[in-house]
């Protein structure tokens, strides 16, 4: 035990019960400390011997009290439309009271404030978490619009009020418009959140903080325009004060780049929710607090999908949990959206969702679905879907230009042996599983044929698009080369288009896979 790193050491041992010479009972002291966050309400440490099934308290702290409960919290940003030019800021108090950002040259917004009750959770015959023992008052999540902005321009804000207090001022960018040349974008599903210090939760990921601070050095470096975090967010599942944790882990990265997010099924699914797929899995959220602490550009509450285009990537975002057969408003949705894609103005679709279609680690109920497949594949054909990426299984795997389970293409090595796909003659979309974000990793049972690559790593995808005036030969799309390629070829017929990826190892650092799409069209 004393091998142990959290091991608790006894120092100033003292005898407190002598039988002769002989101690009886001795007493000893040590010291431990606890990463907490500001939860609004009180908080007391217990010490207990006899385990969780039967504990026996042996002293308490007695009730602690945060100074400030009102304290604006957990700010993160995310797009509303595809113009850039406004972005909505979403932050945490225990306050209902009006909050103010206060943003760029000195532009002032008052926000509206929501909240969500034990009402609103789902509950079955046993009693949910959310309904039950792990509901925890969410205080107020307020949000307000900051217009005016220009796409791909830094500005600073901060929240809050002269009441309640305020937040530290934050830099952020807003991304490239729909349209516009380049995004850098970057993406992952299944994170979720571990503790800093050696505490237990109930429900602990243990790659989330490795990600979370790779992902998070990446912004800092102002190469990244936004994060797309596709399904399964917290991992609260019933357990709400998880929820401020999480918020708290990601704020860094979230606060300073758009945070689009996709729902997962421990957002949304519960007995008799009226989710596709009946499981516990939500805890009894059943997509209350995932809609309320990031709202997305939706058509309506509990319609949890949508479309946003950034720079030359046109993406359709869906839920894998709420009704996708076919005739479903989300099926008319889904084909509505996709075949009104300008592929002049934004050349590239990349179609998100949480399940995937194809994975070779098949050990659970619904890890796929068939019928999901047989409804929605054909879209993705039909639309001509350059890439569908999907979370849910916890490693990383690609594709072939794959349909119906067959490669219909395969890539080619470009000269510094990348995979390379040619969608100028399209075939069928490349298909991605990218949920190694945090979740225990899962192994590999059985690899399909049109499976190409495979690993089981922490980690995220990174992405760049782009639309360059270029000629046929050129492979880099590095700053240096794309100069040159604008210097020289001004005048050419044709237009050479990229999209680049890269799995990041979060650990390491290092790139280990790396693919590229492209397109040729004349103009």
């Not at 101690?23 to 609004?40: D, P, W």
């Not at 075949?339 to 070779?360: A, C, E, N, Q």
């Amino acid at each position: 035990m004393s091998n142990d790193p959290d091991y608790l050491k006894c120092t100033k041992q003292e005898c407190k019960k002598y039988n002769n010479t002989n101690c009886e009972v001795s007493a000893c002291s040590g010291t431990i400390s606890f990463h907490v966050i500001n939860i609004r309400t009180d908080i007391e440490f217990v010490f207990f011997s006899g385990g969780f099934e039967t504990p026996c308290i042996l002293t308490r702290s007695g009730p602690m009290k945060f100074s400030n409960p009102n304290q604006p919290l957990h700010g993160h940003i995310s797009s509303i439309d595809s113009t850039a030019t406004s972005m909505r800021l979403t932050w945490v108090s225990g306050s209902e009271e009006t909050q103010l950002v206060q943003y760029g040259d000195g532009e002032t917004l008052t926000s509206k404030a929501k909240t969500f009750s034990q009402d609103d959770m789902c509950t079955s015959v046993l009693p949910s978490p959310a309904k039950d023992f792990g509901w925890h008052d969410p205080g107020y999540i307020h949000s307000a619009v900051m217009t005016g902005l220009r796409p791909s321009t830094s500005y600073s804000y901060r929240y809050g009020s002269d009441s309640v207090g305020w937040s530290d001022k934050v830099q952020f960018r807003t991304p490239p418009a729909g349209g516009s040349d380049e995004l850098k974008f970057l993406a992952f599903g299944d994170m979720g959140k571990a503790p800093l210090d050696p505490s237990v939760e109930h429900y602990i990921q243990p790659g989330s903080l490795s990600v979370i601070k790779a992902v998070t050095d990446e912004v800092k470096s102002g190469n990244v325009d936004s994060i797309f975090h596709i399904g399964d967010i917290s991992y609260a599942t019933g357990f709400l004060v998880e929820w401020d944790f999480f918020l708290h882990l990601i704020s860094p990265m979230a606060s300073q780049v758009s945070y689009m997010t996709a729902i997962g099924n421990h957002e949304r699914d519960y007995i008799g929710s009226g989710s596709v797929y009946i499981t516990p899995d939500s805890g009894g959220e059943c997509g209350v607090p995932y809609e309320t602490y990031f709202p997305m550009p939706t058509p309506a509450k509990d319609k949890p999908w949508y479309s946003i285009e950034q720079g030359s990537i046109h993406f359709t975002v869906i839920s894998t949990e709420n009704d996708w057969t076919e005739n479903s408003e989300q099926y008319e949705w889904m084909t509505k959206d996709m075949g009104s894609v300008d592929r002049s103005k934004t050349p590239w679709l990349i179609f998100t969702g949480h399940r995937p279609m194809y994975s070779s680690s098949t050990n659970r109920l619904f890890d796929l679905d068939d019928r999901f497949s047989k409804a929605v594949e054909p879209l993705l054909l039909q639309h001509k879907v350059d890439l569908a990426l999907f979370g849910h299984v916890h490693n990383y795997e690609r594709t072939c230009s794959v349909y119906q389970s067959n490669c219909l293409a395969m890539p080619t090595k470009d000269r510094n042996g990348v995979d390379t796909y040619d969608h100028s003659n399209y075939s069928a979309p490349v298909q991605a599983v990218i949920g190694m974000a945090g979740f225990s990793l899962t192994k590999f049972s059985k690899p399909g044929s049109w499976s190409l690559t495979r690993i089981s790593d922490f980690g995220y995808l990174r992405g760049h698009a782009t639309k360059e005036d270029i000629n046929l030969e050129v492979s880099s799309i590095h700053n240096l080369m794309k100069k040159l390629i604008k210097k020289f070829f001004y005048a050419t017929y044709l237009t050479h288009i990229f999209h680049f990826f890269q799995f990041v190892n979060a650990n390491t650092r290092q790139v280990q896979d790396s693919f590229r799409i492209t397109k040729r069209q004349n103009r």
